[in-house]
């Protein structure tokens, strides 16, 4: 464990499909494709949405798992 950028941690979830299906009813309001919401995603760990650029104690490298939208 240590910090880096949670884009870079494997509890850090920004794919638009498990963002809406982890959210209910986000689809009601808009989109998680939405260019608003950027690279921003969830901490499966802390359950907290996050920017890709937060950091936090519990950061564990994601490997070769490729993120983006």
């Given amino acids: 464990m240590g910090t880096a950028p949670c884009f870079h941690c494997r ?10 299906s982890s959210i209910p009813g986000l689809n009601t309001l808009s989109s998680a494709y939405a260019s608003v919401r950027g690279e921003a995603g969830l901490c499966s760990r802390l ?13 564990e490298q994601d490997g070769a798992e490729q993120k983006g939208t």
């Fill in 11 to 20: 509890h850090f979830v920004n794919d638009p499909k498990r963002i809406e």
């Fill in 47 to 59: 359950d907290l949405f996050l920017s890709p650029g937060a950091d936090c104690r519990y950061f």
